[in-house]
């Protein structure tokens, strides 16, 4: 039984290690006021947790800048730098952008989009050009999904206008898509894989945080996934009611990621950014909706 035991801690260990190998970070406005020490702090038990790449959400939030060169977020990412992390730098983000496509037509869809990726192109040529930090791919903060691109022409353009992006890049680029249940798993699956095809690293949030769609529903869009998707597994519990500001607690990890490569959403919900979420409920800040 003792031998038992020991194999399943091992076991156990791997799978935790192995989850955060990649974290999500989402950068927000009141993470200023955490000191250089405590950042240090946390990059260094992020490295020590098994964790090789850091993903930032974004460095563009609207009015929100996270971009400046001397600014918190550059020097936060230096210090992780320092600890061996390869970052994933996110670009620029609309917050209205999940109203915006709510209201658009297909065209007008297109056109949004293209502006959006302007934007974000402007985004990596600035960090390129002021923070001159190594960076391992560019992470573009406008999620996907299968309601707003159920239609095939949708997602002929999309793809189209990503590939064209990505070719613009001197990185790999990163997307992230979450599942509404409007297609059918098995077209879910082969719309992404061709999205990956296009040397795009596609990265399927497993929507166990939100609870949105029942479990066996999450697996049978998990299942469907080729193996170079990779999978976000959320480390949070939504708390917040629909139509209320975005709030979540900290949970545990529980999809089995298989052949995929994993990455965790978000930092501030594993036990050593404890400091992170303690710091934004003290200054009462909000979270910010990740889709």
Known sequence: MRRFLL????????????????????????????????????????????????????????????????????????????????????????????????ELDSAGLASYWQAQLGQSLAQQQKLRKDWKLPVNGWYLPMELDDLHFL??????????????FAGKLDAPLHVSVFSAGKLAPQVNGQWLGELASARIQVWWQDGVGTGRLPALVRNGYANALPCSIGIVQEAFRQISAAGQP??????????????????????????????ILDNQHKTKGSDVQNH
């Open 7 to 102: 194999i399943m801690c091992l076991l156990l260990g791997g799978a935790a290690a192995q989850a955060d190998e990649r974290i999500f970070y989402q950068p927000l406005n009141v993470d200023a006021s955490l000191s250089e020490n405590q950042w240090r702090t946390i990059w260094r038990d992020t490295a020590k947790q098994g964790a090789h790449t850091l993903i930032v959400q974004w460095t563009a939030y609207g009015d929100s800048d996270f971009g400046s060169a001397t600014g918190w977020l550059a020097n936060s990412l230096k210090l992780a730098r320092e600890q061996g992390l390869n970052l994933v730098l996110g670009l620029s983000m609309d917050p209205a952008y999940y109203q915006r496509i709510n």
């Open 151 to 164: 239609a095939p022409d949708r997602r002929q353009t999309l793809q189209r206008q990503l590939k064209d």
């Open 246 to 275: 975005f709030r979540a607690e900290p949970a545990n990890l529980q999809t089995s990621p298989g052949c995929h490569p994993t990455a965790v959403f978000s930092l501030r919900y594993r036990p050593w950014g404890k400091v």
